[in-house]
């Protein structure tokens, strides 16, 4: 879809093109779905979090027994969450500009 867009915007497009074939007809993903997504589209920004408070609190979040669902906004919150308690982020940061 964004064949000559920035990087940016090809990453934002990925986790769209990624929840919405994950989705349901309404748009929206179970919060079991939601955590498989998580862990097997996400696995290396989560890896060794799983000690983490933040990490626990958003994951059994997605354990409640609830028939609420998860719509993009919520999933979109949930990776920027994951990300920013990463230790990959930090390793990332650390890597010094090509520029």
Do not use: C, W
């Not at 079991?32 to 996400?42: G, P, S, V």
């Not at 059994?60 to 920013?84: C, G, H, M, P, Q």
């Amino acid at each position: 879809a964004l064949g000559k867009g920035s990087e940016l915007e090809k990453a934002f497009a990925t986790i769209a093109l990624v929840y919405n074939n994950s989705a349901d007809p309404e748009g929206k993903l179970s919060k079991a779905e939601t955590k498989n997504l998580l862990q097997t589209q996400f696995g290396h920004f989560i890896q060794g979090q799983e000690n983490k408070p933040k990490y626990q609190e958003i994951i059994s979040a997605l354990d409640e027994e609830s028939e609420n669902k998860i719509d993009f906004e919520d999933f979109v919150i949930f990776l920027v969450s994951l990300t920013l308690m990463s230790d990959l982020l930090q390793e990332i940061r650390n890597v010094k500009p090509t520029k």
